[in-house]
């Protein structure tokens, strides 16, 4: 991959002018981040375009434009049909190739290469594109590849992967994502270490990081803030300092830390989750060291978390901003998207938990109509599994109909189911693609849109699809 990447790497030094086209969520915009930085450094001429997803019609006015595009974070889905651009990409690879040139080898192989040429994507070495490296690994790996003056690069690259939930399945980050963090930390710009993995360790009131706690959900204490006080007080925590201020995770003396980790241990195992799930309450964390610390900018988790809200609600502008280095106007109104996010998120998850979550066989799904946004309908089903509003021995569909009439779908998985055997990107792509739409993601998170009142169709291929890949 570090071959194929400075072969990039000097089509780039060739080229004045670009357009880089990336996705919106929190790896797609530190991705485009990482493409526009490196650009700039290099003085070249750019500008960057924030796409849901891609179709031909978008494709075609995109190479219309006559700049080289450079896809970062999407692309590889339709590899085939963009012909001559640099793309930066971890989803897998889509590589038809005509049927003309498949006749022998060598024709074969040339059109391969043809298509491959400026294409970076773990797939295409035997990586795991879900584990091993994200979009914006792929990108910051052309980045490095042009100078290692760029290597301050590293620290988005690692924002992007924690933002796709590479770290979720080892507990940490691995492949050449690990690559990544030790240049990352030659560099002065990352650094990690084991400790608890809940969202909110360097901005949150201890007692809310446990409140609002969903991945692992506390039996007892997960949505129940006077529950998470008396918790933390029977173990001698004290929740202020003398002045009335609010502790935060990272204000804890050492052995406060322990004393939570071991009780929240304790608590999981007593209610009767495996080891390997009680597991998940310590990870590996990674710290952006240039950024200030008790900031949502410090911790990697709650860096991508703000990048998410801004994507989610068509501001990923305003994300790229604070990935460029805007720590005043741009960062505030991150921060209000976020605040907004969440609100939206208690909301929707409350109409998820009034409403009832369907099982259908093997597979549970929930319908929000048009009133759940389609931005957050993988979050929400996310969190319905780890809430214990779904059950959690199934994946869970969410499906909305989008403002273009058709319906999305969004599909999340546990660690655990694809262990299992579970490819939720199989079955949406292959599932979406007989209905006469599209699919794609990852293993344990995956998203499709299809054409309005074919729900049931859909319903009836996932459900039949998951009964053979987890062999029940």
Same mark, same amino acid.
């Given at each position: 991959?570090w071959k194929?990447?400075k072969?990039?790497?000097?089509?780039?030094?060739?080229?004045?002018d670009?357009?880089?086209?990336?996705?919106?969520?929190a790896?797609?915009?530190?991705?485009?981040?990482?493409?526009a930085?490196t650009?700039?450094n290099l003085d070249? /001429?750019f500008?960057?375009?924030?796409?849901?997803?891609?179709?031909?019609?978008?494709?075609?006015?995109?190479k219309?434009d006559?700049?080289?595009?450079?896809?970062? /974070?999407?692309?590889?889905?339709s590899?085939?049909?963009?012909?001559?651009?640099?793309?930066?990409?971890?989803h897998e690879?889509v590589?038809?190739i005509?049927r003309?040139?498949?006749?022998?080898?060598?024709?074969?192989?040339?059109?391969?290469?043809?298509?491959?040429?400026y294409h970076?994507n773990?797939?295409l070495?035997?990586?795991?594109?879900s584990t091993?490296?994200?979009?914006a690994?792929?990108?910051?790996m052309v980045?490095h590849?042009?100078?290692?003056?760029?290597d301050?690069?590293?620290?988005?690259?690692?924002?992007?992967?924690?933002g796709?939930?590479?770290?979720?399945k080892?507990g940490?980050?691995?492949?050449?994502?690990?690559?990544?963090?030790?240049?990352?930390?030659?560099?002065?710009?990352?650094?990690?270490?084991m /400790?608890?993995?809940?969202y909110?360790?360097?901005?949150?009131?201890?007692?809310?990081?446990?409140?609002?706690?969903?991945?692992?959900?506390?039996p007892?204490?997960?949505?129940d803030?006077?529950?998470?006080?008396?918790?933390?007080l029977?173990?001698?925590?004290d929740?202020?300092?003398?002045?009335?201020?609010w502790r935060?995770?990272?204000?804890l003396? /050492?052995?406060?830390?322990?004393?939570?980790?071991n009780?929240l241990l304790?608590?999981?195992?007593?209610?009767?989750?495996?080891a390997k799930?009680?597991?998940?309450i310590?990870?590996?964390v990674?710290i952006?060291?240039?950024?200030?610390e008790?900031?949502?900018?410090?911790d990697?988790?709650?860096?991508?978390?703000?990048l998410?809200?801004?994507g989610?609600?068509?501001k990923?502008e305003?994300g790229?901003? $604070?990935?460029?280095?805007?720590?005043g106007?741009?960062?505030?109104?991150?921060?209000?998207?976020?605040q907004g996010h969440r609100?939206?998120?208690?909301?929707?998850?409350?109409?998820?938990?009034?409403?009832?979550?369907?099982?259908y066989g093997?597979?549970?799904?929930?319908?929000?109509?048009?009133y759940?946004?389609?931005?957050?309908?993988g979050?929400?089903?996310?969190?319905?599994?780890?809430?214990?509003?779904?059950?959690?021995?199934?994946p869970?569909?969410?499906f909305?109909e989008?403002s273009t009439?058709?319906?999305?779908v969004s599909?999340?998985?546990?660690?655990?189911? $694809?262990?299992?055997?579970?490819s939720?990107?199989t079955i949406?792509?292959?599932?979406?693609e007989?209905l006469?739409?599209a699919?794609?993601?990852h293993?344990?998170?995956a998203?499709?849109t299809?054409?309005?009142?074919?729900?049931e169709?859909?319903?009836?291929?996932a459900?039949?699809?998951?009964?053979?890949?987890?062999?029940?």
């Amino acid at each position: 991959m570090w071959k194929r990447a400075k072969r990039i790497a000097e089509r780039i030094k060739r080229e004045d002018d670009f357009l880089i086209v990336t996705h919106i969520d929190a790896d797609g915009i530190t991705a485009g981040s990482i493409a526009a930085e490196t650009l700039y450094n290099l003085d070249k /001429d750019f500008e960057i375009r924030f796409v849901k997803q891609l179709d031909p019609l978008t494709i075609k006015g995109l190479k219309d434009d006559g700049r080289l595009l450079w896809f970062t /974070d999407l692309g590889s889905g339709s590899a085939n049909i963009i012909g001559d651009a640099i793309i930066t990409d971890h989803h897998e690879p889509v590589l038809d190739i005509p049927r003309e040139k498949r006749g022998d080898l060598l024709s074969y192989v040339d059109a391969v290469e043809t298509v491959t040429e400026y294409h970076l994507n773990p797939h295409l070495f035997g990586h795991n594109g879900s584990t091993d490296i994200s979009g914006a690994g792929t990108t910051f790996m052309v980045s490095h590849a042009l100078s290692e003056k760029n290597d301050y690069l590293s620290a988005l690259a690692i924002v992007g992967a924690v933002g796709d939930m590479q770290a979720q399945k080892h507990g940490k980050l691995v492949g050449i994502n690990r690559e990544i963090l030790n240049i990352g930390r030659e560099a002065g710009v990352l650094s990690w270490k084991m /400790d608890i993995s809940l969202y909110g360790r360097e901005t949150r009131e201890i007692h809310r990081m446990l409140q609002y706690s969903n991945d692992p959900p506390f039996p007892g204490l997960t949505g129940d803030e006077k529950a998470s006080i008396a918790f933390l007080l029977d173990l001698g925590i004290d929740l202020r300092y003398e002045d009335g201020r609010w502790r935060r995770w990272i204000d804890l003396a /050492d052995w406060e830390r322990k004393s939570i980790i071991n009780a929240l241990l304790n608590l999981v195992l007593d209610y009767g989750f495996s080891a390997k799930e009680a597991e998940r309450i310590i990870s590996e964390v990674y710290i952006l060291i240039e950024e200030e610390e008790g900031t949502e900018l410090h911790d990697a988790k709650e860096f991508s978390t703000l990048l998410n809200s801004c994507g989610r609600y068509g501001k990923a502008e305003i994300g790229y901003m $604070v990935c460029r280095g805007d720590r005043g106007e741009y960062l505030k109104k991150a921060r209000e998207l976020l605040q907004g996010h969440r609100q939206v998120l208690v909301e929707m998850l409350t109409s998820i938990k009034d409403g009832g979550i369907v099982e259908y066989g093997s597979i549970q799904y929930f319908h929000g109509a048009d009133y759940i946004p389609e931005e957050i309908t993988g979050t929400l089903g996310g969190m319905a599994l780890s809430s214990g509003i779904a059950d959690p021995e199934k994946p869970i569909f969410i499906f909305t109909e989008k403002s273009t009439g058709e319906i999305k779908v969004s599909g999340r998985g546990t660690q655990a189911m $694809v262990e299992k055997g579970l490819s939720l990107s199989t079955i949406m792509k292959k599932a979406a693609e007989k209905l006469g739409g599209a699919g794609g993601g990852h293993d344990i998170a995956a998203g499709a849109t299809i054409p309005k009142g074919s729900e049931e169709d859909f319903l009836k291929i996932a459900d039949e699809m998951v009964r053979k890949q987890m062999k029940k």
